[in-house]
């Protein structure tokens, strides 16, 4: 048997904020065996920090990831999980709280009714701290936005932060409810 896998590496190039002329050739901020993808950027310090997911084969042949974070001023890299892989094509997002940590949202799968799929996305976080360990875990988000209870079977996707001020906003899709198929929020 032959087992064929290719992998896809996080590059980047950097431009001028003026013009868009290149200031540099593409330059590879992540190559490692497994594949990684679904990339999100944010203002960080005196640069920026890019987060991706990088998925990886266990050893009894289940797939896990985790999420990878850099920063290339300050120089820090931290790896989240790992974990059961979020769904497809989520990306990770990012928030600077300040010159030296962020705060980082993203899916993980879940499997609530034992059915040994984790075919359920839910939102876990977790604070990036320059003077912090760089493997880290993240703790799962269990509110909703109008104080209900949260009901982990209800899958979670596509996270978007951003800061206003002193203010945090976090908005993510939840999947319909399965007693009414027409409340996705």
Excluded: M
């Excluded at 901020?29 to 990684?36: D, G, S, T, V």
């Excluded at 359920?120 to 993240?138: C, F, N, Q, Y």
């Amino acid at each position: 048997n032959v087992k064929i896998a290719y992998h896809q590496h996080v590059r980047y190039r950097l431009f001028d904020a003026g013009t868009l002329a290149p200031l540099t050739d593409e330059l590879t901020l992540a190559a490692c065996p497994a594949a990684e993808g679904d990339v999100s950027l944010a203002p960080f310090a005196s640069g920026w920090a890019a987060a991706w997911r990088a998925g990886w084969e266990h050893v009894d042949g289940s797939e896990l990831e985790t999420i990878e974070v850099e920063a290339p001023a300050p120089s820090a890299h931290w790896s989240v999980g790992p974990h059961l892989p979020g769904p497809a094509g989520d990306h990770p997002a990012l928030v600077p709280l300040d010159d030296s940590r962020l705060l980082l949202f993203y899916t993980v799968g879940t499997d609530p009714e034992a059915t040994t799929v984790a075919n359920v996305g839910r939102l876990h976080w977790v604070v990036l701290d320059t003077a912090g360990s760089p493997s880290l875990e993240g703790l799962p988000i269990t509110f909703t936005a109008d104080g209900s209870t949260d009901d982990p079977t209800v899958a979670h996707s596509q996270p978007a932060a951003a800061r206003a001020g002193n203010h945090l906003l976090l908005s993510w899709r939840s999947a319909p409810v399965s007693a009414d198929p027409g409340a996705e929020d």
